[in-house]
């Protein structure tokens, strides 16, 4: 099984991984920061809205179940792409959307998405995400990770074809 590598900022990062860890072919999901300057930050650093890290979520996943494009079309439909620096009650920085890419094919499929979206019509406002070469991930704190799970509230999950 080759297992690829993905990693998004949507807003907080709690939500983000809730509703990937849903996904058929989705591995692992690990939350945690990337983007940033200050080499292995808290989340009091990060908030401080300082390093210039987001609030990401790193997504293994098996390309033999489930396709990037489909990380993608998830990645789009579970916050505004529209609002710079915040998600709903959210706001910094670190809340920013944002795609981190791995590989040309990624950045290709990310940048494709983006356009099509754009052009779809369905948001009034320009789409603000950055789409941006990888760039260290550094994990959460261990009572960040799967927080929705371990709090009794577990995956969240999206309607829709998303195999």
Same mark, same amino acid.
């Given at each position: 099984?080759?297992?690829?590598?993905?990693?998004?900022?949507?807003?907080? *990062?709690?939500?983000?991984?809730?509703?990937?860890?849903?996904?058929?072919?989705?591995?692992?999901?690990?939350?945690?920061?990337?983007?940033?300057?200050?080499? $292995?930050?808290?989340?009091?650093?990060?908030?401080?809205?300082?390093?210039? +890290?987001?609030?990401?979520?790193?997504?293994?996943?098996?390309?033999?179940?489930?396709?990037?494009?489909?990380?993608?079309?998830?990645?789009?439909?579970?916050? $505004?792409?529209?609002?710079?620096?915040?998600?709903?009650? $959210?706001?910094?920085?670190?809340?920013?959307?944002?795609?981190?890419?791995?590989?040309?094919?990624?950045?290709?499929?990310?940048?494709?998405?983006?356009?099509?979206?754009?052009?779809?019509?369905?948001?009034?406002?320009?789409?603000?995400?950055?789409?941006?070469?990888?760039?260290?991930?550094?994990?959460?704190? $261990?009572? +960040?990770? +799967?927080? *929705?799970?371990? +709090?009794?509230?577990?995956?969240?999950? *999206?309607?829709?074809?998303?195999?």
């Amino acid at each position: 099984m080759a297992i690829e590598k993905a990693t998004f900022g949507a807003g907080c *990062f709690w939500g983000v991984e809730a509703a990937f860890c849903r996904l058929n072919g989705v591995v692992s999901t690990t939350v945690g920061y990337s983007g940033g300057t200050l080499k $292995d930050p808290s989340y009091a650093d990060v908030c401080s809205g300082r390093t210039g +890290h987001a609030e990401v979520v790193e997504v293994l996943y098996d390309p033999a179940i489930t396709s990037y494009e489909n990380l993608l079309a998830l990645f789009w439909r579970i916050h $505004d792409p529209t609002t710079l620096n915040r998600q709903g009650p $959210d706001i910094g920085t670190q809340y920013r959307s944002v795609i981190f890419f791995y590989t040309p094919e990624q950045e290709a499929a990310a940048r494709a998405s983006k356009k099509e979206l754009s052009a779809s019509g369905q948001y009034l406002r320009p789409i603000v995400t950055e789409i941006v070469p990888s760039s260290p991930f550094y994990a959460a704190e $261990d009572y +960040h990770q +799967h927080y *929705f799970e371990r +709090h009794g509230l577990g995956c969240v999950s *999206f309607s829709g074809d998303m195999q």
